[in-house]
């Protein structure tokens, strides 16, 4: 009987470690509390900014009036560009895109100058800006 009793704590013992360790390794993917900031300068064409890691990169960008602006999700997680309304509306640029999935893209043609700051509606914390000379 010792050895039955012995048998089953050992085969206890052995679950839970092996529990804890299933339950260790399944994590989650926190975004970045404050990406980098990056600012650039683009020539007229088509400027990109790349959504990746969650965040815009770059984070201002810089263009004449009249450019069209590309953003290129590259994500592996859905996202959107969706203009901020105290800075948007006032100036006539109201933008906003589907949601975007990996390798998809979505283009706005800034007429005005201004300053455009956005975000992205799934994820709030993802925050950038267009200035547009």
Same mark, same amino acid.
């Given at each position: 009987?010792?050895?039955? +009793? $012995?048998?089953f ?11 804890? +360790? ?17 600012? $650039?300068? @683009? ?19 810089t ?8 953003w290129v999700?590259?994500?592996?997680a859905?996202?959107? +560009?969706?203009?901020?309304? @105290? ?21 706005? %043609? ?16 993802? %925050? ?6």
């Amino acid at each position: 009987m010792p050895c039955t +009793i $012995q048998r089953f704590h050992w085969s206890v013992r052995v679950t839970v470690v092996a529990m804890f +360790i299933m339950i260790a390794g399944c994590t989650s993917y926190a975004p970045p509390a404050t990406p980098p900031a990056t600012t $650039q300068s @683009q020539a007229p064409g088509t400027p990109t900014v790349t959504i990746q890691n969650f965040a815009f990169s770059p984070a201002t960008v810089t263009v004449p009036r009249g450019t069209t602006v590309t953003w290129v999700n590259q994500d592996s997680a859905s996202h959107t +560009i969706v203009s901020d309304a @105290q800075g948007s509306v006032a100036q006539g640029a109201v933008f906003t895109s589907n949601s975007l999935v990996n390798g998809a893209s979505y283009s706005f %043609k800034f007429d005005n100058p201004g300053t455009y700051p956005y975000h992205c509606s799934i994820h709030p914390t993802m %925050k950038a800006t267009v200035i547009v000379t």
